[in-house]
């Protein structure tokens, strides 16, 4: 049924019309720029996510389980302001990221999660695969 679904359907608008034409001079900057590096390992019994946040403490990540959906994300907002004789110099420094993974085939309640160095590290141990039952019907 899916493939009969037109996802990626856009009208013929100048607003379209224009943000292609911006996508394909600059580059879909948006996906560079909202989402980290991640690798994901498989460990036998456990998946092993590494996640990429160098500047960030760890009080500025969260991560997030809803239903089959976890959601890492990361903000941190600085500000600094120098007084000097006669100037005053302000910078200020804004960063967020999110990322979400299907986690249908995880233990959701042993999750675990450990942040060293600037890499997150999320071990997610998998559900035991459950064969189907099969059973066989008398015929009367």
Known sequence: MFDLVPFARRENTLFNYLDNMEKNFFGDMSQDFSSFRTDVIDDGSQFILKAELPGFKKEDIKIDIEGDTLTVSAEHNDETEEKKDNYIRRERRYGSFARTFDIGNIK???I?????????????????????????????
Do not use: H, Q, V
């Open 112 to 140: 675990s999660a450990d942040y060293s160095d600037g890499i997150l590290s999320l071990n997610l141990p998998k559900l035991e695969a459950k064969s189907p039952e099969t059973r066989r019907i008398d015929i009367k």
């Open 108 to 110: 959701a309640d042993e």
